[in-house]
């Protein structure tokens, strides 16, 4: 079983930045594709940007504004979130599949091709 493990959550005004985090303690990530999903009240969980090897896929939504990273010897992948909107409000999930899922699959579907799932971390935009 892989734990994921998010933070870097918070309330922040239209325009800033955040940057989430998300930690699989013990469990090496580098060949394994991994990355984000969100989901709004009242809406469905939507793919938010992946990251397989040097492979990167991001929502049209977030395009210029979200950037995922990752730093295997931390067994860690980020997610650098500016220009931040009322409409980026949502919980944020980290998901991790098996590196045969390409980044493309992955992000379809709410994520439905992920293995394992952090708890989630709030992201409030609100002035």
């Known amino acids: 079983q892989v734990q994921l493990v998010e933070s870097g959550g918070g309330l922040v005004q239209p325009g800033d930045s955040l940057r989430l985090s998300c930690v699989a303690p013990?469990?090496?990530?580098?060949?394994?594709?991994i990355g984000w999903f969100r989901q709004a009240p009242g809406k469905e969980r939507e793919g938010v940007s992946i990251i397989s090897g040097s492979r990167t896929v991001y929502a049209d939504s977030v395009k210029g504004r979200f950037t995922i990273s990752r730093d295997n010897a931390k067994n860690t992948v980020y997610l650098q979130m500016s220009s931040l909107k009322a409409e980026d409000t949502a919980v944020y999930y980290c998901a991790l599949a098996d590196p045969s899922i390409a980044p493309a699959r992955a992000m379809v579907r709410g994520g439905v091709a992920m293995h394992y799932w952090g708890k989630g971390t709030p992201v409030t935009v609100s002035s």
């Open positions: 013990g469990f090496a990530i580098t060949y394994y594709t």
